[in-house]
């Protein structure tokens, strides 16, 4: 295969760069994880695909290019993640559980359990770690003393940093003071509007399940502080790819970047790149959880859709690009998906093993496609070209498509027709039975007895199964969303 450089976007330049390991021993990457006070929507979801996507094509790459092995970081917030990223409000922990009347760790254990199911289901590889921030409170208390008489100064309600003692704040976001100002609310006492929270004191008579000693007070630490102490601690002080979805390089990000500068008295960010997904949007807007509703991967599993469809979707378009969550580019998505699992089970059933033509130059496109800033949406079609070509035996598209696999995440070498049947939540009727149902229909209809075969369409139909006759992808069934 011809090695091609990697080529990524970093959002601190707002620009395409050649991406070399700063180590070539061993690549590392830090992702901003969930915090776990509800279960993840499928736009939080969207970030993980893109990590994930990353990920795949770094362990890629790096085979070619002779570099060692990935470590990926994914923490897991579990404390000091506000109402809102502006650095004001409750803790997003700490009103789940007043809200449940529940543990806040029996919380935070929950919805942990949950977004790793959600990467399972995603067929998204798990980290080298998840972190956990309240595993890391007294490294916190560390990173904040030592910056503290230097970039902070506190106030009644905690330690602030000062905003103004480091370089070129809020480069990343690359946003006009004014207008930064409108999203943070004042605090009495800041010295700048951008100032934020290292440290939250606790204020008399408040009932905090999750407070800690600190020299400014008992209290919680400020959400920006975890990803600065744990990337530092896993990865070291500059590594290579910090990752986050696009509404953490306005705040969280340049706040997390403020203080890996103090920390090391520097002009370092702590990563060579910084790169960010976009949002997945409804026709009302952003997807998110504030207003009350949202839409989880258990969802579109309860509906019937199998969750490589949703993943499918986001490979379909540009992480940096917007992604209209719609039925109707769901449906399609799972469309698309039945072809391929289609093709590749045809391709199975007719492998003798027997290598014959050369799928390399599908392996190259492949490869092409990835190396320029992740490029899916260019590596797809060249699947579905390398999976018709009649030129190449089964067995070396096959063989070929382990490649595709391994880069896209879609398990189709191991997915089959029966497994994208998923059953929605609210069905009565079991697979098993709609199997032997359509056997009696087929024998009926072989017979003539069209008023049997009817019959039994009919039943299927109230029981909330479609039978499918006519369908140009040979699927004799499914259930009704």
């Not at 492998?351 to 490029?375: F, H, I, K, Q, W």
Request: a negative charge.
């Amino acid at each position: 295969m011809t090695t091609r450089p990697l080529t990524l976007y970093d959002s601190l330049t707002r620009s395409l760069k050649p991406f070399q390991p700063t180590d070539p021993a061993n690549v590392r990457v830090y992702s901003c994880g969930p915090t776990v006070y509800n279960y993840a929507h499928i736009g939080n979801l969207r970030a993980y695909v893109f990590t994930d996507t990353l990920s795949r094509v770094l362990t890629w790459k790096a085979k070619a290019m002779g570099w060692g092995p990935l470590t990926h970081i994914i923490n897991i917030t579990d404390v000091g993640h506000l109402t809102s990223d502006a650095d004001v409000g409750d803790d997003k922990m700490e009103a789940a559980a007043r809200a449940s009347a529940t543990s806040i760790w029996d919380i935070a254990a929950h919805y942990t359990a949950a977004f790793k199911q959600n990467l399972e289901d995603l067929n998204i590889r798990a980290p080298s770690r998840f972190p956990l921030a309240t595993d890391h409170i007294a490294e916190m208390i560390d990173f904040a003393t030592d910056i503290a008489p230097r970039h902070c100064y506190q106030l009644e309600g905690g330690l602030y940093f000062d905003v103004s003692t480091v370089p070129d704040y809020g480069r990343l976001a690359r946003v006009a003071d004014d207008e930064r100002e409108g999203r943070i609310d004042p605090v009495a006492g800041k010295r700048h509007p951008q100032d934020f929270a290292i440290w939250r004191t606790s204020a008399p008579g408040e009932n905090r399940q999750m407070e800690w000693d600190s020299p400014w007070g008992r209290g919680a630490p400020g959400w920006h502080l975890e990803c600065s102490v744990m990337s530092r601690k896993y990865l070291g002080a500059s590594f290579d790819i910090h990752t986050g979805g696009i509404d953490h390089r306005e705040i969280h990000h340049p706040n997390e970047i403020a203080q890996n500068q103090a920390h090391c008295e520097c002009a370092d960010t702590g990563a060579a790149f910084w790169m960010h997904n976009n949002f997945l949007v409804e026709r009302s807007g952003k997807m998110s959880k504030s207003g009350g509703g949202f839409t989880t991967l258990r969802s579109l599993v309860d509906l019937g859709v199998h969750p490589l469809a949703y993943r499918l979707m986001c490979l379909s378009a540009h992480y940096r690009s917007e992604l209209e969550f719609s039925g109707e580019n769901l449906a399609a998505a799972l469309t698309r998906l039945k072809r391929l699992v289609m093709a590749t089970q045809a391709l199975r059933a007719r492998s003798d093993g027997t290598e014959t033509g050369d799928a390399s130059p599908y392996v190259e496109a492949l490869d092409a496609a990835v190396s320029d800033d992740l490029n899916t949406p260019r590596a797809l079609p060249v699947l579905d070209e390398m999976l018709a070509d009649k030129k190449l035996s089964a067995a070396t598209r096959l063989k070929a498509l382990e490649s595709f696999d391994d880069v896209l995440g879609l398990a189709l070498s191991d997915l089959t027709r029966e497994a994208l049947r998923v059953r929605p939540a609210q069905a009565t009727i079991t697979s098993a039975e709609i199997e032997a149902r359509l056997a009696e229909r087929r024998e009926a209809r072989a017979a003539k007895d069209f008023a049997r075969s009817d019959a039994i369409r009919d039943e299927l139909a109230t029981a909330g199964v479609e039978v499918m006759d006519g369908d140009p992808l040979g699927w004799d069934w499914k259930l009704a969303l």
